[in-house]
């Protein structure tokens, strides 16, 4: 079956610093990939998605390129913010079923001042 | 822009209550689903629908029940509600395709004593 699997947080950053959160996967078929955040109290919403092998996702910074030889989907940003403080999921949606999206557990990121 | 909206942002219920969480899209979305969010456990899927009046099971349908009459409105039962059912409940809608977006509401959290 499909899985996500994500590093695990809390992840504490000063302002400013380099991030990365890795994420694996495995899938049936070729599978959309994808990258959601949830600010406190709020729900999902998508940051960057790729559809296919070698496409980057990018938006507000954040950068993930689907690297289908390493089943890997790893979120970077250059510099982080005190507004990025949030949790971070990686998903992917695959043929091999209806669609359905399998998410791996959250990352939470606590950038500090 | 999408909107998913949720009944409730915070709801407080006795055991044994019947409890109704309501989901609505105004993207003629075909696919609603529902989740629940735990710490640690990131999201489990209760049920999903791909139709009006079609649903299926997801992770953990067990305890819940969901009724879909119309497409833009999924709603979420607790028959006779538990404290082990307290949790954050997410609930997300999406065109059918494996490259689409899931557009999640703003989550309701239940409180169950």
């Known amino acids: 079956g499909n899985s996500v699997t994500q590093m695990e947080g809390p992840v504490t950053l000063s302002e400013e610093a380099f991030l990365t959160i890795n994420c694996t996967y495995t899938a049936t078929g070729y599978p959309s990939l994808f990258w959601y955040v949830q600010y406190p109290g709020e729900g999902l919403q998508l940051l960057l998605k790729a559809t296919k092998a070698d496409d980057k996702g990018s938006n507000k910074g954040f950068e993930a390129t689907y690297r289908k030889e390493t089943t890997s989907f790893h979120l970077e940003k250059g510099s982080v913010q005190v507004s990025d403080s949030a949790v971070y999921f990686c998903a992917l949606s695959s043929s091999g079923g209806s669609y359905i999206p399998t998410f791996g557990r959250g990352t939470s990121l606590i950038v500090h001042p | 822009d999408v909107k998913v909206t949720q009944s409730s942002r915070y709801l407080v219920k006795r055991t044994g209550e019947k409890v109704f969480l309501e989901c609505v899209q105004d993207m003629d979305h075909e696919n609603m689903f529902w989740y629940r969010q735990d710490p640690g456990l990131g999201l489990r899927l209760i049920y999903f629908?791909?139709?009006?009046?079609?649903?299926e099971k997801g992770d953990i349908p067990e305890g819940y029940s969901v009724s879909r009459e119309k497409k833009e409105r999924f709603s979420l039962i607790l028959e006779s509600a538990s404290t082990n059912q307290t949790s954050m409940y997410l609930c997300a809608s999406s065109p059918p395709a494996r490259e689409d977006t899931q557009y999640f509401g703003p989550g309701t959290r239940l409180t169950v004593l």
């Open positions: 629908s791909y139709d009006v009046k079609m649903k």
